[in-house]
């Protein structure tokens, strides 16, 4: 068989290889609506088998920017998909989605089947955490655009809402309470300033143990997978206990959540309430950052931030407890029109 693609750098049969490794990892994503499986040309899902009487779809798309290179100079990729859904899937939870499917896409500089098995095989993880199928992607291998031990990876998540749960923060008002979900770590966001302080001014290696990490190495701490919060999001939206939520990702705090909060209204955060994993004090160290900037670029132990009502409080930390989930009181929203994040 004549060979000019794969003279060309593209191996048309280690594309073949890899569908065959990843289709089991496909087949544990199944759930109901998916129809079908991977190998055609679109993925299918049958949204009228669900009952909803109003669905409003609700979709996001994302990365995993420069942790991937952590990845890389670890040699560990079982767990960046993790990262990839969770980007995405966080995203449209926090606006009262429950995840229905998911499409990755990876781009790589030579297609390595056992290499990217590992890496669906993260996003297959991160898709049944989320109760997500996995119903297709893509898998571009393009030398030339990257080297060899190169890839991208990316995702699409595609949720659906009752018109009437959709959480948007319009309702949120004056002395709500802020409750904080925890993060695993520094999640997915702030990578290149992490490489740079961590790596480059440092000069500490993903290999590197230190006692504030409690003896564990700086790859497998900041390897750790973002948190998936949809199965604690679930029972706060179908009680209706949300009046707003902000995913914590890039622009840490001050950024995200505004994004919740009407004009006129800002928050007032208690920053020792809870607590900060140690890998934040680690990074603001090495690279000599500002405290503050911290809070703009990282999420400093808090995935997730919830605007509820006050008289509603104990019912939402019950709930989050009842399935599993940690809960901090981070302070309360204040009748503002400036400075949208005030930090004490």
């Known amino acids: ?46 949204l009228a088998s669900l009952g909803y009487k109003e669905p409003v779809l609700i979709s996001g798309t994302d990365g995993v920017g420069t942790k991937l290179m952590v990845a890389t100079m670890a040699g560990r990729h079982d767990t960046i ?8 899937v966080n995203d449209i939870a926090a606006q009262g989605a429950e995840p229905l499917f998911f ?32 119903i297709g992607g893509e898998t571009a291998e393009m030398p030339g655009m990257y080297a060899a031990d190169e890839y991208d990876l990316a995702g699409f998540a595609v949720g659906v809402a009752e018109r009437s749960a959709i959480i948007d923060g319009s309702s949120i008002s004056r002395g709500d309470v802020l409750i904080g979900l925890p993060s695993s770590g520094v999640h997915s966001n ?24 409690n003896g564990a190495s700086l790859g ?13 999001l679930r029972p706060l939206v179908t009680a209706g206990a949300v009046k707003g939520v902000a995913h914590i990702t890039g622009g840490g705090f001050i950024e995200n959540i505004p994004r919740m909060i009407p004009r006129g209204l ?3 955060i208690d920053s020792g309430s809870w607590p900060v994993p140690p890998i ?3 990074i603001e160290k090495a690279g000599g950052i500002d405290h503050h900037e911290m809070f703009n670029v990282f999420n400093m132990g808090i995935g997730m931030v919830l605007a509820v009502d006050r008289d509603r409080e104990q019912e939402v930390l019950q709930l989050l407890h009842a399935n599993g989930e940690r809960g901090y009181v981070l302070g309360e929203v204040i009748a503002r029109n400036d400075d949208d994040v005030e930090l004490q």
Do not use: W
Request: proline residues 3%; aromatic residues 8%.
């Open 266 to 268: 800002a928050v007032r």
């Open 1 to 46: 068989m004549p060979k000019a693609y794969e003279n060309a750098g593209v191996s048309v049969e280690a594309g073949y290889e890899v569908v065959k490794r990843i289709s089991s990892h496909v087949a544990r994503t199944a759930r109901p609506g998916v129809v079908g499986g991977i190998g055609g040309f679109g993925g299918l899902f049958d």
């Open 220 to 232: 497998e701490v900041l390897l750790t997978p973002t948190t998936i919060y949809v199965k604690a």
């Open 81 to 88: 998909g993790i990262d990839c859904v969770a980007m995405c």
């Open 103 to 134: 499409l990755d896409y990876i781009a790589c500089g030579k297609n390595d089947p056992a290499l990217l098995e590992q890496v669906v095989s993260g996003v297959a993880d991160g898709c049944v955490q989320a109760g997500a199928g996995l």
């Open 280 to 282: 934040f004090d680690v």
């Open 190 to 213: 702030g990578f290149s300033l992490i490489r740079k302080a961590l790596f480059e001014q440092a000069g500490y290696s993903v290999r590197t143990r230190l006692d504030e990490l």
